[in-house]
Nanobody, 126 residues
């Protein structure tokens, strides 16, 4: 079993920045894909960014490219999401997720991720 726990959410004004962290514990698969998803009220959960834990480049949703950066620290079993130039439409519950390596290959699908955190709320005011 793998346990994921997100921290770092909060409220910020448009144009501001927030950093999210995901602590991974339990069984950690070095060949995994670690990702961030988000879900706003009344919408489906959507892929934000993903990164393979072994090697490979990160991928991003078009809506966050150039503003968000996903990174990992395998030694600390941590995954991060740095969010800059935040917009009100970024308001959502953000979830950390873990899947097999191919979960990082587009199209990234929610059903390919087996482990999920509880989520952390990000609110961006205009």
């Amino acid at each position: 079993q793998m346990h994921l726990e997100e921290t770092g959410g909060g409220s910020v004004q448009a144009g501001g920045s927030l950093g999210l962290s995901c602590a991974v514990s339990g069984y950690t698969d070095i060949s995994a894909c670690m990702a961030w998803f988000r879900q706003a009220p009344g919408t489906e959960r959507e892929y934000v960014a993903g990164i393979p834990t072994s090697s490979g480049n990160p991928t991003y949703a078009d809506s966050v490219k150039g503003r968000f950066t996903i990174s990992r620290d395998n030694a600390r079993n941590m995954v991060y999401l740095q969010m800059n130039s935040l917009k009100p439409e970024d308001t959502a519950m953000y979830y950390c997720a873990a899947g097999g390596l191919f979960a990082c290959v587009p199209p990234q699908r929610e059903e390919d991720f087996s482990y999920w955190g509880q989520g952390t709320q990000v609110t961006v005011s205009s």
